[in-house]
């Protein structure tokens, strides 16, 4: 810590009482993000019945937050260094606190879309600040203890995000359906833009970089030109530019390198830290978090659209039938970090690949066998064991592709794991035009629309399964064993949130 902050380690009473309570804020707004992303999944079969929103809107409502958060994570960091963490925190959540509050009014589905985007993109803002603040607050040998919390509001996150989605929407408060998924963020959003301002310290890092606008604005067009596509080819019949907008893209990522070669040798500010790529852990764990990514925006999408559409259950139902799910990634996720990672190593990391990959095979199995009579007990083991597979891989992925990374690039290498793992989960979701709704006729008599949505369930679970055959060897290229890694990544074992460089600097 810089000799300003090095005061935190023996805090008067007052200190101590303010910063316990700027804790409390800050981890609800990590809670609030957390929860807002599985709490969408639920309720997306009432959205469509409501308001009447193609198969492609329902991909951009949950694809184009995902797609903002990615875009602006790196950069929402680098404005909270060079412009103050507690000012560019109160602007993300009064921000995710107004576009939740035009999702919550949507008055038609393009309104929806652009709402979900704007509150990504305020989420980009706001969640790079949490733990940076965190770590300006709390002295080192507390920050243990802090960010083991975190990692239990990851886990009620994951938890309660379905069955909370589930309720309201179930509940049907004054008549307003699914919308009050979203109004709900506005009391706390509200109560944690006051206490905020009163609580929180500022901070600043002592030698911020510059924004590399270009570097966003390269990112940004490559993600679209790829994404949109994808997104809306079935729709419109596949036509030709979207294959040339496609091979654009790569392009556009192409100069994105370019570029950001010539930015580090002029001014040692590129969005993307080239460099990092050099490291074999780090190269191989960036691909592992992409392709999981992947993965994963394929099945949780896919899965509310079975349970709901297909099989025509109630959003409660489909909720609780998630809890197993959710407890399993939890449980499995404390037992690898503590237990298991530092006597087997990558192993565990492995290990939870294949599990989740068998978790998918008896998934399909069911799902073949029972069609349309299948009870919510019958798919708890394939959850279960999904969940411990994908609870081995979340909490250590992080250090494990940390480990080789040389201290003074753990922040950036952080943000990037962050950005690719939301840019993954985009592109999943965009896939699955192709591996769910690209099985199906558009236009199904009643009958037969359950049967074709279980058919299109075991064809993209699938996919699903190929997947975590792909990040199982590409887990060959990790390291054997993390090292203790670099000083101040304490911070990186946490989803969404990217560590510090530097120790910050106390400026109010």
């Known amino acids: 810590m810089t000799s300003s902050s090095s005061t935190l380690a023996s805090p008067r009473p007052e200190a101590d009482r303010r910063r316990w309570f700027a804790l409390a804020i800050v981890m609800t707004a990590a809670f609030m993000d957390l929860v807002d992303v599985t709490i969408v999944n639920v309720a997306i079969p009432s959205i469509q019945r409501d308001e009447g929103a193609s198969f492609s809107h329902i991909q ?56 979900r985007i704007l509150q990504g993109a305020m989420a980009a803002l706001m969640v790079p600040q949490v733990l940076s603040i965190v770590h300006a607050t709390f002295p080192a040998h507390e920050r243990g ?50 206490l905020g301002r009163k609580f929180i310290t500022e901070s600043k890092a002592p030698h911020a970089l510059k924004l590399d606008l270009v570097g966003v604005v390269l990112v940004t067009l490559g993600l679209l030109m790829l994404l949109y596509p994808l997104t809306r080819g079935r729709e419109l019949g ?46 191989a764990g960036i691909a592992v978090q992409t392709v999981f990514g992947v993965g994963l925006g394929i099945f949780f999408l896919v ?24 407890i399993a990634v939890s449980a499995a996720a404390g037992m690898s970090v503590q237990m298991l990672v530092p006597r ?101 008599p009643g009958p037969e629309v359950g049967p074709a949505f279980v058919d299109a369930f075991q064809n993209a679970l699938i996919w699903v399964a190929v997947v975590m055959t792909a990040i199982f060897l590409l887990m060959f290229a990790l390291p054997k064993r993390p090292a203790q890694h670099v000083e101040g990544a304490e911070t990186a074992g946490t989803p969404g949130i990217t560590p510090l460089d530097k120790a910050p600097e106390l400026v109010g």
């Open 238 to 283: 596949w036509p030709t530019w979207g294959y040339v907008v496609m091979a654009g893209a790569l392009v556009v990522f192409a100069a994105l390198v370019a570029y950001e070669k010539r930015k580090a040798a002029r001014d040692g500010s590129p969005l993307v830290e080239l460099s990092l790529f050099k490291v074999k852990s780090f190269a």
């Open 145 to 194: 203890k802090v960010f083991g919390m975190f990692g239990a509001i990851v886990g009620l996150g994951a938890v309660s995000g379905p069955i909370l989605g589930a309720l309201l929407t179930e509940w049907n408060l004054f008549g307003l359906e699914w919308r009050p998924i979203f109004l709900i963020n506005l009391p706390v959003g509200i109560a944690g833009l006051i």
């Open 344 to 444: 087997f190593g990558r192993k565990v990391l492995q290990a939870g690949a294949l599990i989740m990959a068998a978790g998918v095979l008896i998934y399909i199995w069911e799902a073949e066998r029972y069609g349309m009579s299948i009870a919510s007990w019958q798919m708890a083991l394939p959850l279960v064991v999904m969940g411990a597979g994908m609870g081995l891989i979340v909490a250590p992925l992080t250090d494990a592709i940390l480990s080789e990374v040389p201290r003074e690039h753990s922040g950036s290498a952080s943000g990037l794991i962050n950005t690719v793992q939301q840019m993954g989960n985009a592109l999943g979701l965009g896939l699955v035009s192709v591996v769910f709704f690209g099985s199906m006729s558009d236009h199904l």
């Open 303 to 326: 899965w509310t659209l079975y349970m709901q559409v297909g099989l025509g259950w109630s959003v409660l139902r489909a909720g609780l039938t998630g809890v197993p799910f959710s």
């Open 60 to 115: 951009w409502i949950t694809a184009g937050y995902a797609l903002a958060f990615a875009a602006g994570l790196i950069t929402g960091g680098r404005l909270g260094d060079i412009y103050g963490r507690k000012r560019l925190f109160l602007i993300g959540i009064g921000g995710f606190t107004l576009a939740s509050a035009l999702c919550g009014f949507a008055v038609n589905p393009d309104m929806l879309v652009a709402s």
